[in-house]
Antibody
Framework: QLQESGPGLVKPSETLSLACTVSGGSISGYYWSWIRQFPGKGLEWIGYIYYTGTTNYNPSLKSRVTISVDTSTNQFSLTLSSVTPADTALYYC?????????WGQGTTVTVSS | DIQMTQSPSSLSASVGDRVTITCRASQDIGHSLAWFQQKPGKAPKSLIYAASSLLSGVPSKFSGSGSGTDFTLTISSLQPEDFATYYCQQYSGYPRTFGQGTRLEIK
C-alpha cells in the first residue's frame, strides 16, 4: 500500500513537499513515481526514482522538481519549488517507471495565498 | 512529447452493452501502452499493460488491442461498476503522457 502525506495548502512561490510511505513491502527493488491530476481531471507524470536514487523527471518540471528516497523509512518524497496556482492538483504516488501498477489514494494540494 | 488522444471523450451505454474506447498516439509507441480505470473520488486503477496484457485480478471482460499508433480498450457485458473514466498512457518515451480520458456513463 502507498500513502501520501503533506500540507494541503502551499503559498505561491513556496516549496511543495510530499512524502509517500510504502507499507506491506519493501521500497527496495522497485521504481516509484509521482503523478498529479489537475482539477479538470487531466493526468501529468511528474517523474520517478529507483530505490538506488536514480531519477527521471518531466522536462516541463525538471528545473523545479526533486524526488528522493529513504530506504530506511520505506518512503520516497517529492519537492516542487516556486509553486504557482497552476500546481494545484491531486498528487498521487505510484509504483513503477513504465506505468504505475499500484497507486496511493492521493493528496490534494492547493496553491493559494 | 508524445500526444495521446482518446475518443470519444464521453460515451453513454447500457448495462450489458459492449463498448470500445480508442487511444491514438502521435507517433509509433509499439505496444507500450497502459489503460486505467478511475471512479469518482478514487485513484486510477491499472487494468492493462503492453497494450493487451491484463494485470492480475482484472476481469477478462476487459481487453486491449493495437500497436504502433492506434489502440483500443473493449469492455464487454457492462455492469454498473464499470461506469467510470478510462485513461490510456504511453510509456514508450519520456515524459510519460496520458490521454485526456473517456467518461463512460450509464444511458
Amino acid at each position: 500500500q502507498l500513502q501520501e502525506s503533506g500540507p494541503g495548502l502551499v503559498k505561491p512561490s513556496e516549496t511543495l513537499s510530499l512524502a509517500c510511505t510504502v507499507s506491506g513491502g519493501s521500497i527496495s527493488g522497485y521504481y516509484w513515481s509521482w503523478i498529479r491530476q489537475f482539477p479538470g481531471k487531466g493526468l501529468e507524470w511528474i517523474g520517478y526514482i529507483y530505490y538506488t536514487g536514480t531519477t527521471n523527471y518531466n522536462p516541463s518540471l525538471k528545473s523545479r522538481v526533486t524526488i528522493s528516497v529513504d530506504t530506511s523509512t520505506n518512503q520516497f518524497s517529492l519537492t516542487l519549488s516556486s509553486v504557482t496556482p497552476a500546481d494545484t492538483a491531486l498528487y498521487y504516488c505510484g509504483r513503477g517507471y513504465r506505468f504505475a501498477d499500484v497507486w496511493g489514494q492521493g493528496t490534494t494540494v492547493t496553491v493559494s495565498s | 512529447d508524445i500526444q495521446m488522444t482518446q475518443s470519444p471523450s464521453s460515451l453513454s451505454a447500457s448495462v450489458g452493452d459492449r463498448v470500445t474506447i480508442t487511444c491514438r498516439a502521435s507517433q509509433d509507441i509499439g505496444h507500450s501502452l497502459a489503460w486505467f480505470q478511475q471512479k469518482p473520488g478514487k485513484a486510477p486503477k491499472s487494468l492493462i499493460y503492453a497494450a493487451s496484457s491484463l494485470l492480475s485480478g482484472v476481469p477478462s471482460k476487459f481487453s486491449g488491442s493495437g500497436s504502433g499508433t492506434d489502440f483500443t480498450l473493449t469492455i464487454s457485458s457492462l455492469q454498473p461498476e464499470d461506469f467510470a473514466t478510462y485513461y490510456c498512457q504511453q510509456y514508450s518515451g519520456y515524459p510519460r503522457t496520458f490521454g485526456q480520458g473517456t467518461r463512460l456513463e450509464i444511458k
